[in-house]
């Protein structure tokens, strides 16, 4: 299982920490990537980490922005959100995917999946 948390609401040109936390397994062996949907619109893919941390992609909407970053020690991988807009406003979901190797991610081929966090960015 996966959990998110640090969802909110807050202004726009303000920051937020979302969480993922593994409960019952491990992330060692997984690619971890942030998700977000907005109700009537297709999932996008925001973010994703290789299993070390060693690689990770961002969308072009959330470049120089976000940081994804993890500690495998703890089994939790971050997702730091800066200058927030409010066109970020969006439930974030994190998603684990099976890895061969700690040099890629994706955003496809997901196994495990949290159950949301909404973030709200509004004045």
């Known amino acids: 299982q996966l959990l998110e948390s640090g969802g909110g609401l807050v202004q726009p040109g303000g920051s937020l920490r979302l969480s993922c936390t593994a409960s019952?397994?491990?992330?060692?062996?997984?690619?971890i990537t942030w998700f977000r949907q907005v109700p009537g619109k297709e999932r996008e893919g925001v973010s994703c980490i290789s299993t070390t941390g060693r690689y990770s992609n961002y969308a072009d909407s959330v470049k120089g922005r976000f940081i994804i970053s993890r500690n495998n020690n703890k089994d939790t991988v971050l997702l730091q959100m800066n200058r927030l807009k409010p066109e970020d406003t969006a439930v974030y979901y994190c998603?684990?995917?099976?890895?061969?190797?700690?040099?890629?991610?994706?955003?496809?081929?997901?196994?495990?999946w949290g159950e949301g966090t909404l973030v709200t960015v509004s004045s």
């Open positions: 019952g397994f491990t992330l060692d062996d997984y690619f």
């Open positions: 998603a684990a995917g099976g890895a061969s190797n700690d040099y890629t991610c994706d955003y496809r081929g997901m196994d495990i």
